[in-house]
């Protein structure tokens, strides 16, 4: 583990599976439409290792499709209508997210939200939660013309932040998120309580510290 620049400037959370937990909503989509199908139900297990990667993720599970199949962007849509009718329903702040950003707003370290997920999701995803609605910056992932793991959508969270890049950390639970942080030239934190793809390996993601639960980023941080 490399250790913590000093001073952070600011935290940058990606949001599903390291601030919320979606998955079981983003399940929902794609089993409402298994069932239009008249399709067996499967387990959120199945899925959940890949509700980082949204629909195309759930629609490899739920389906087999590819985003090379001729019907997938078809399939897409109706999955994002799909989630669109319930993405607030069992959706979740993951355990310690109240009180890490509490614990921010207490010491006065700003803090926000980038991710892939695009802004018509985001934004009412956000609305949601209050704790959630405090972050001083929500970057989706057609906010920039580049999505993670271009480094554009976490740089662009530094300049409204009006903070350097190198004073920032960045927490995820993808690669993506890790490798678009280095790129940035930020801290990099991998979550690996959240879904962190089929492989699950976060040693092998190169970040700069892992941590296993929300409230460890304050042990990180050296924050009481």
């Keep these: 583990m490399r250790p913590v620049p000093n001073p952070i400037a600011a935290v940058l959370f990606d949001l599903d599976g390291t601030l919320v937990d979606s998955a079981p909503d983003l399940a929902l989509a794609a089993e409402r439409m298994r069932a239009a199908r008249g399709l067996q139900p499967l387990p959120l297990d199945r899925y959940r ?23 997938y962007e078809a399939m897409k849509q109706e999955f994002l209508a ?38 018509r999701f985001t934004t009412p995803l956000v609305a949601g939660f209050p704790q959630l609605a405090a972050a001083g910056t929500v970057i989706s992932g057609d906010t920039t013309p580049h999505a993670k793991p271009h480094p554009e959508p976490l740089l662009e969270a530094a300049r409204r932040l009006a903070v350097a890049p190198t004073a920032c950390l960045y927490i995820g639970d993808d690669e993506r998120d890790i490798v678009a942080g280095r790129e940035a030239g930020m801290y990099t934190v991998a979550a690996s309580y959240g879904y962190l793809g089929v492989e699950g390996r976060v040693d092998h993601w190169g970040a700069d510290a892992h941590i296993d639960s929300p409230a460890d980023l304050l042990k990180l941080l050296g924050l009481p």
Aim: aromatic share 6%.
């Design 49 to 71: 290792p890949h509700a980082s990667a949204g629909a195309r993720g759930m629609l490899d599970i739920a389906f087999g499709i590819t985003p090379e199949a001729p019907v």
């Design 82 to 119: 799909s989630y669109a009718q319930g993405l607030l329903d069992t959706t979740h702040c993951f355990d310690g997210v109240d009180l890490l950003l509490a614990a921010l707003h207490r010491h006065s370290l700003p803090w926000g939200i980038v991710t892939n997920k695009v802004d």
